[in-house]
């Protein structure tokens, strides 16, 4: 394989690589060499490469800041087409081979960005620039402004093609749940693992150990042996498992938190077995955060500059990727950590040409420094970087503002001091306290037992007190859950004698000093927010969009807070911090999606009788979760001409219709009758055995809610039926009355819809097509089973029932058999109404039919809409109180102004009717719309030889024959239509009782 | 998410339940003004702090359960079946 030398990969070193496992990868089209167990950072800078992005306003030059997920500036492109993913940190990408990555927001290259022109306007972009700029004229907003800001101020491009990774979804239960594989953390694991207890250790890295690093020593071996042994033994406690590529990102109620593992993002493809990614839910007794803390950048002037990283990094680079971040590293420092970052770039033979150190006195590390002959500087800051693509000098300063000297240098190691990383435990709500002596916020946990902190991750940064805390926390865990510890001793560190931090917040100086990389926040902006009255720490984050990007302003929210502060004359407690919300780090949308997209995005609904439709071509509409046939086309028929085929044939023939999809909800108990009085509009009383009524029932507010038809089974037995949509709400709406209301009455019910298929035979010749089915196991002569008749009898050994009830306006019977029996009895259907020309009919005839009979269906009952509005007025009863009555009984409720049900048709035969029209006055006289009602269902009717329609128009009846326009403005259109009545068939009722 | 103790079921995830608003008021008698009804239906506290529920165990048994709940801490103070007497945080 050919390899590229790697300029910058020290000769020995780094713990984390494998150089006998080169790996090639390719950044802005151009190939590298990097090694297994690299990250795309490392490599990057392994291959000299500082220079990988352009930042989100001003399109400036940045580089690697980091080392870990908090990573503001080094977003890059990841994969190819459909697996290209934005935004993507590359310090935390794990190398592999042929990995291809693209720099982001720069045009057209990374070295050369036109748009970096911005910044010699930025004195005009500062804070809210685009609040105040892009205002006026409110016309440009989308030509003109939307397009440029995307264009100029973006992140990433997303894939344009279907997300072709596959997610899954997982859940634990465990006693313990630590939260970060550092020192802290592993040994919290260890002490509550050995208990018994059921541990998960969540580590957001492939590795343990945090922050330890080469050197640090834990009982008496190096901290990377402890590491290994450590993960040993934790890994031979049965109830124990260890979780790495496993990032903790959501704490919720109940400690419960949502994690994202990354199962095939560190490889060069997913294998197939496998997902891409998995969330995980995890609920979990305990909880111990050691989730560490993060180091900030210092705010000085041209602090962006490729180069300028954080120590921490420097030091990372170094000794676990072997990786000289630069040839000349300064370092500016305000605390005792930066210094082994220091020993560390001394170790690897990288020249050091300045350690300068904010604090007045020196401390027992700065004489160690000074030993090993660095040149330590002391009540020194950095004033400024200079250098374009990459750093090529610092100028310091002393505290007083005073130029100092220009130190030549190609990288420079930065320590504003370190923030205990309280995102995930803050977003329960608890604002976290300051603590002046480390100058940081740690976390406020007092107010609940159920969670704690251990390590750095709430102000402990000795390594030995990191180790004694952990363990400590994670054995009073496991006892507070009543499991049996043993009394062992911690892991323990030689302890180190901490010098203090001083406060360093913005070096003086007048250029750009960034604060949040990310999102090109200066501390100018900061200061400018403040002074036009944006003081409040939530405004000034919106105002300035300071920790709004995708790092959550990990690195930047404390210098943000600590910049208003001083502006204000205040504490930083007293400004205090924003509201953290999950999640904590980026994760992808289809993570949360799982399997449950496409057509897995809910469970799909069959009818018994589904795979009979497929048999005759059927064309499906989803009705909520249901499948329904639409229509059935025959050989080269559109979905016009079928449907009104159909809807022709059944008034001429007979035709089948499959509704098994109505709610179907059984009733039993004494206080039934009284009950169904209760729900719905009209009485029930008197409702005899064998007989169905058609009910409406409201809601409480006195709107229309659902209708269908109930039959009397038994004196104590009813089966009521909803509509497809409403069939859940009818449901939990019953349930709410009879157990929280009316707890006295007696009366049980549950749901028949998935016991019960059924199906419509409509059509002049539906009683002949019924009879040679059931070949005498029921009378269906008109005498015995007259309209509205219902009978239960046993057919082919099965219980099956007949209802004499019509949708359409025809002879009409509809027949329930037992799920299981819905494909014998349509196959039985079809085969004895072949000798009668039987169609199958689909939703859509069926919807021309009812509206051919006046019928309302689901367009009419809009929630809006009264009794009265609907013409069934007649049906309220006098003689019983029920549900929405008291408030349908509002003046706006019973206004004669309102619109009600009519029929409507064109006036030229030829023109289509539109749902959703509305009918409006003379426009030519009054110069403005005003609409009278509208129409809510229409059909291409073969009955009536044109288009029809139901509608509500103020006046109703009283309109019939009048003329009005009805205007549909989704296309313009403006046609002439009559007022008639909504039954425009049949309008004694011959045919259904015939 | 809350875990909400279902007086039938036991201890379930919030997702098997559905919302059902104040457990405060009670359908008035039908012989009630509709000035009655009207506050039955559209009148409510928003209180910040102890809260009587209902909560609609559809994926569980279907049962309504009162639930004591703190709108601002999602702490679940006591649950009950309807009809039965809910334990209600006495500072509220």
Redesign the interface.
């Known amino acids: 394989m050919r390899t590229h030398k790697q300029p910058c990969r020290l000769d020995t070193g780094g713990s984390s690589i494998q150089r006998g496992k080169p790996l090639r990868f390719s950044f802005d089209g151009k190939s590298y060499t990097g090694f297994e167990g690299d990250t795309l950072a490392s490599a990057l800078l392994a291959n000299g490469k500082h220079l990988v992005g352009r930042s989100f306003k001003y399109h400036r030059p940045r580089g690697i800041l980091t080392a870990s997920s908090e990573e503001p500036n080094a977003l890059v492109e990841l994969r190819k087409g459909a697996f290209r993913e934005p935004n993507t940190r590359a310090t935390t990408i794990e190398l592999f081979e042929g990995l291809v990555a693209k720099s982001q927001n720069r045009f057209p290259s990374l070295a050369f960005d036109v748009l970096s022109v911005n910044q010699l306007f930025s004195r005009f972009m500062g804070a809210g620039f685009y609040y105040k700029t892009f205002m006026w004229p409110s016309s440009f907003w989308e030509p003109v402004y939307e397009k440029f800001i995307r264009r100029a101020a973006g992140l990433g491009r997303a894939a344009t093609l279907p997300d072709p990774d596959r997610y899954e979804h997982a859940h634990h239960h465990c006693d313990v749940l630590v939260i970060g594989g550092g020192a802290a953390g592993l040994a919290a694991a260890l002490s509550a693992g050995r208990s018994g207890a059921r541990v998960i250790l969540a580590e957001e890295t492939p590795r343990l150990g945090g922050s330890l690093s080469r050197t640090d020593i834990i009982d008496g071996a190096p901290a990377d042996e402890w590491v290994r042994n450590t993960r040993r033994a934790l890994e031979a406690l049965p109830e124990t498992q260890i979780k790495t590529r496993f990032c903790v990102f959501g704490y919720?109620?109940?400690n419960?938190f949502a994690a994202i593992e990354r199962v095939g993002d560190h490889l060069a493809a997913t294998p197939k077995h496998l997902p891409r990614q998995r969330l995980h839910t995890i609920?979990a007794r305990k909880v111990i955060f050691a989730t560490g803390a993060l180091e900030r950048p210092v705010v000085f002037d041209n602090n962006d500059i490729p180069g300028v990283m954080l120590s921490s990094a420097v030091r990372c680079y170094v000794d676990r990727f072997a990786v000289a971040p630069g040839k000349s590293v300064a370092i500016a420092t305000n605390n005792d950590d930066a210094y082994h970052t220091a020993f560390a770039l001394l170790d690897a033979g990288i020249n050091i040409p300045v350690l300068a150190d904010a604090r007045l006195a020196p401390s027992a590390l700065s004489e160690r420094a000074r030993q090993l002959g660095i040149r330590v500087q002391h009540a020194m800051l950095p004033q400024c970087a200079h250098g374009s693509h990459r750093v090529t000098a610092l100028s310091l300063q002393r505290t007083d503002g005073a130029f100092a000297e220009r130190v030549r240098c190609d990288c420079i190691g930065v320590s504003g001091g370190y923030s205990p990383n309280v995102s995930l435990i803050s977003q329960r709500g608890e604002r976290p306290r300051w603590r002046e002596d480390i100058l940081a916020f740690v976390p406020e946990t007092n107010k609940t037992e159920d969670i704690g902190c251990a390590g750095a991750c709430h102000g402990v940064f000795d390594l030995n007190a990191c180790l004694q805390d952990g363990f400590d926390m994670g054995e009073r865990t496991a006892k507070e859950l009543g499991f049996d510890v043993d009394t062992q001793t911690a892991p323990s560190a030689p302890s180190q004698e901490a010098g203090a931090i001083h406060p360093l917040w913005r070096c003086p100086g007048n250029g750009k000093a960034f604060v949040d990389f990310q999102n090109d926040v200066t501390a100018d902006d900061i200061h400018l927010a403040n002074r036009e009255g944006y003081s409040s720490v939530e405004h000034l984050k919106r105002y300035t969009t300071l920790g709004m990007a995708t790092d959550q302003g990990r690195t930047s929210n404390v210098n943000g807070l600590a910049i208003l502060a001083l502006a204000q004359g205040k504490s930083i407690p007293e400004v205090g911090t924003t509201r953290y919300r999950p999640p904590a780090v980026p994760v992808a949308i289809g993570a949360f999606a799982g399997h449950e997209r496409g057509k897995n995005f809910q469970p799909v609904r069959r009818t018994a009788m589904h795979a009979c439709h497929e048999k005759f071509g059927a064309v499906f509409v989803e009705a909520g979760q249901w499948m329904r046939p639409r229509y059935y086309p025959e050989l080269g028929e559109n979905m016009e001409a079928a449907i009104w085929r159909e809807a022709k044939l059944v008034r001429e023939n007979v035709g089948v219709c499959d509704v098994s999809t109505l709610g179907k909800i059984e009733l039993f108990g004494e206080d039934a009758a009284e009950f169904l009085n209760r729900l719905y509009i009209n009485g029930w009383s008197k409702l005899p055995v064998g007989k169905a009524r058609y009910g409406l029932m409201l809601r409480?507010?006195g709107a229309v809610f659902d209708d269908g038809t109930t039959s009397r089974l038994g004196n104590n037995h009813f089966l009521m039926t909803t509509t497809t949509a409403n069939a859940a709400a009818v449901l939990?709406h019953m349930?709410?009355?009879a157990?929280?209301?009316w707890?006295d009455l007696d009366v049980h019910f549950c749901s028949a819809t998935e016991q019960w298929c059924g199906v419509s035979v409509a059509g002049p010749l539906a009683r002949e097509t019924l009879k040679a089915v059931f070949k005498g196991a029921v009378d269906l002569s008109n005498e015995a089973l007259p309209f509205m008749g219902v009978r239960e009898f046993v057919w082919n050994g099965t219980t099956a029932r007949i209802f004499r009830i019509s949708f359409s306006g025809e002879l009409a019977y509809e027949v329930n058999v037992p799920w299981g029996y819905g494909e014998a009895m349509w196959e039985r259907i079809m085969d004895a109404g072949r000798a009668f020309n039987i169609i199958p009919y689909g939703t859509e005839a069926l919807g021309v039919l009812r509206i051919e009979k006046g019928h309302v269906a689901g367009s009419e009952l809009d929630g809006r809409t009264t009794a009265t509005d609907m013409g069934l007025g007649s049906m309220l009863s006098s003689k019983k109180?029920f549900i929405g009555?008291?408030?349908s009984?509002?003046e706006g409720m019973t206004s004669p102004k309102r619109p009600s049900l009519v029929g409507v048709k064109p006036v030229k035969p030829k023109q289509r009717l539109r749902g959703g029209a509305h009918f409006v006055t003379d426009i030519a006289k009054k110069g403005k719309i005003e609409s009278l009602g509208w129409i809510s269902s229409v059909a291409d009717s073969p009955a009536v030889g044109c288009w029809i329609g139901l509608g509500y128009i103020q006046g109703g009846h009283t309109r019939i024959g009048e003329k009005v326009t009805a205007w549909y403005p989704m296309k313009n259109e403006m046609i002439e239509v009559e007022i008639c009545d909504p039954v425009f068939v049949d309008p004694k009722g011959e045919r259904l009782h015939g | 998410m809350h875990r909400i103790k279902c007086p039938f079921c036991g201890e379930r995830d919030e997702s098997e339940y559905i919302y059902q608003g104040d457990a405060s008021v009670s359908h008035p008698p039908f012989d009630a003004s509709i000035g009655d009804f009207y506050r039955y239906v559209y009148v409510r506290d928003n209180p910040k702090g102890w809260h009587r529920e209902w909560w609609h165990h559809v994926g569980g048994c279907r049962m309504w359960v009162q639930v004591a709940r703190n709108t601002l801490t999602h702490e679940i103070y006591a649950t009950a079946p309807a009809g039965g007497v809910l334990d209600f945080p006495e500072d509220a």
Request: proline share 5%; charged share 45%; hydrophobic share 25%.
């Open positions: 919720y109620d109940n419960i609920r409480e507010d939990a349930e709410k009355y157990q929280t209301v707890r109180q009555l008291p408030l009984r509002r």
